[in-house]
Nanobody, 127 residues
């Protein structure tokens, strides 16, 4: 029933910014945690950030702390990832996901272990 569609990816120079959006559609009554994973070609999934329905207890991967900000607008069923000071190592396909697990438990998961995940949006950071 639930579909997640990411948007906002693209090509950006190092030091630049992008804002990713993930819109949830379909029938749902849950108040799941939502978050982001990323996967570079030939590499495994990497957790990026997660935010609970009510906000507050946000959890970030160490690699993005201070640069990325996750937020959500529950009225619009949308979660965002503001990415600043992008680095070439941030290049990856970014996946949105939703799952009832608490944000601090997401660090040991990948998007495929979540209840729902999107098809991803490509982020490419050039030097």
């Amino acid at each position: 029933q639930v579909q997640l569609v990411e948007s906002g990816g693209g090509l950006v120079q190092a030091g630049g910014s992008l804002r990713l959006s993930c819109a949830a559609s379909g029938r749902t009554f849950s108040r799941d945690t939502m978050g982001w994973f990323r996967q570079a070609p030939g590499k495994g999934p990497e957790f990026v950030a997660a935010i609970p329905w009510g906000g507050g207890s946000i959890y970030y991967a160490d690699s993005v702390k201070g640069r990325f900000t996750i937020s959500r607008d529950n009225a619009k069923n949308t979660v965002y990832l503001q990415m600043n000071n992008l680095k070439p190592e941030d290049t990856a396909v970014y996946y949105c996901a939703a799952d009832p697990a608490d944000p601090w438990d997401w660090g040991t998961r990948d998007q495929y272990e979540c209840d729902y995940w999107g098809q991803g949006t490509q982020v490419t950071v050039s030097s």
